[in-house]
Nanobody, 121 residues
């Protein structure tokens, strides 16, 4: 059974940094990519970054150049390094397991509980 546990959220001032972690277990062979999503109050959940089994990554335009997704296969953990944070980055951040396809990232219904990130101005 796939389990995802996020950690690392918190309150930070604008311009600051945070590193989110997603500890994974039970990852099955049909999963070849991981992603971070976020959901701000009153808004839909949006894709932030993806990473494939190798090192190929993608980013939403809003976070390019500020966020970095990475993975440590030995620790079964996916990270999201967030720098130069802005108030508009405030959201609950979720880890997801899915599949990279020629048409983009396909999320499976495997989600963590989420971790709150609040950026004050």
């Amino acid at each position: 059974q796939v389990q995802l546990v996020e950690s690392g959220g918190g309150l930070v001032q604008a311009g600051g940094s945070l590193r989110l972690s997603c500890a994974t277990s039970g990852i099955s062979a049909n999963i070849n990519a991981m992603a971070w999503y976020r959901q701000a109050p009153g808004k839909q959940r949006e894709l932030v970054a993806t990473i494939q089994s190798g090192t190929s990554t993608t980013y939403a335009e809003a976070v390019k150049g500020r966020f970095t997704i990475s993975r440590d296969n030995a620790k079964n953990t996916v990270y999201l390094q967030m720098n130069s944070l802005k108030p508009e980055d405030t959201a609950v951040y979720y880890c997801n397991a899915g599949k990279a396809t020629p048409w983009g990232y396909r999320p499976y219904d495997y989600w963590g509980q989420g971790t709150q990130v609040t950026v004050s101005s």
